[in-house]
């Protein structure tokens, strides 16, 4: 049966697909303009808003993988992320197939993301945890009620080979590339977890192909190294051989800039992850699968040298 990444060719999308292989030679890659990740990989293009392209996606697939990434803004989430998971939960259990939904920690607000774990409260703090809140109660409903079986797969921040829509690449590899400063919001002293995009899709993978783990939510693999702002900082001066100097913007900064930079503006309200410490404890997964996740600074030194090829 076919396994299919809904939103294919993203950081994650693409990392899932390369798994895959793992369990199965039939992988399909949902997108608007999907491309192969590997060889034998099927290719099908669709509207992911539309709810009839959706059902003709997932149809004869037995595991759904929904890593879709919208355009990073609340009215585009507000409008689009409900109706997605309503849709993509209808077709998975009209077709018979499994949901394994890529999620962030949104949902979880203020205090909580000093320590999340899977238990951690869904208690949104921000518009956008909202919105993932409810994404998150629409699956969980549904697996309660409905027959669905799913599997909600948290991240924290994450980095890899594809740039975008990562924090850490953005303030700190892409300023030290341009032999500027690091940035980094709030404060560089407190703790800050970020997963690495191969674990993370191999993760999802393993989660996907492991029948005990449905019906749960799981926190993907991430280093377990309590690491700063400024130790984020320090390992890629070290791998580019750059200063390792870095410029907070602190939060008043970041609503003033966001009168000009949009994406300043939507990042706002998520400070609250930036001014405390912000630890992702995926023990669960890393005792459950005997897995040990790649060390923060090799993960950093393989980006780097990934990018340095290109």
């Known amino acids: 049966m076919v396994q299919t990444i809904l939103g294919a060719g993203g950081a994650i999308g693409v990392e899932v697909a390369k798994a895959l292989t793992a369990y199965t030679s ?15 990989d099927e290719l099908f293009i669709a509207d992911l808003t539309d709810r009839q392209q959706i059902f ?16 990073y803004t609340i009215k585009v989430w507000q409008n689009l992320w409900p109706p997605l ?19 962030n920690i949104y949902a979880i607000g203020d ?26 109660r629409i699956i969980l409903e549904a697996s309660e ?7 909600i797969a948290r991240s924290p921040d994450f980095f890899g080979v594809i740039k975008d829509k990562s924090v850490l690449m953005n303030l700190i590899y892409e300023n030290l590339a341009k032999d500027k400063k690091a ?42 190294e309590r690491i700063t702002g400024e130790g984020w900082v320090q390992l890629f001066a070290d791998v580019m051989k750059t200063g390792n100097k870095v410029q907070v913007l602190p939060a008043w900064g970041v609503k003033a800039l ?19 410490d912000y630890f992702f404890d995926s ?11 790649i060390p923060n600074a090799e993960a950093v030194r393989q980006v780097v040298e990934a990018l340095k090829g290109k």
């Not at 890659?29 to 990740?37: C, D, S, T, Y």
């Open 145 to 151: 009620k409905n027959g669905l079986k799913a599997i």
């Open 258 to 276: 966001g009168l000009f930079v949009p994406i300043l503006r939507e990042m706002h309200e998520m400070l609250y992850q930036y001014d405390r």
């Open 183 to 224: 940035q980094w919001f709030c404060n560089a002293k407190v703790v800050h977890s970020c997963g690495y995009a191969p674990d993370l899709g191999k993760g999802t993978a393993m989660l996907g192909n492991t029948d005990d783990a449905f019906q749960q939510i799981w926190n993907l693999p991430t280093d377990s």
């Open 26 to 40: 039939n992988i399909r890659l949902v997108a608007r303009n999907p491309k192969k990740v590997n060889d034998s």
């Open 56 to 71: 003709k996606a997932v149809e004869g697939s037995s595991i759904v993988y929904l890593t879709v990434g919208f355009n």
């Open 283 to 293: 023990s669960k997964f890393n005792k459950r699968f005997n897995y040990t996740p």
């Open 85 to 103: 998971a309503r849709n993509v939960v209808d077709a998975c259990i009209a077709h018979g197939a499994k949901l394994v939904f890529f999620d």
């Open 111 to 136: 205090d909580h993301v000093k320590h999340i774990t899977e238990s951690s409260p869904i208690n949104p703090s921000s518009q956008k945890g909202q919105v993932r809140a409810e994404v998150d």
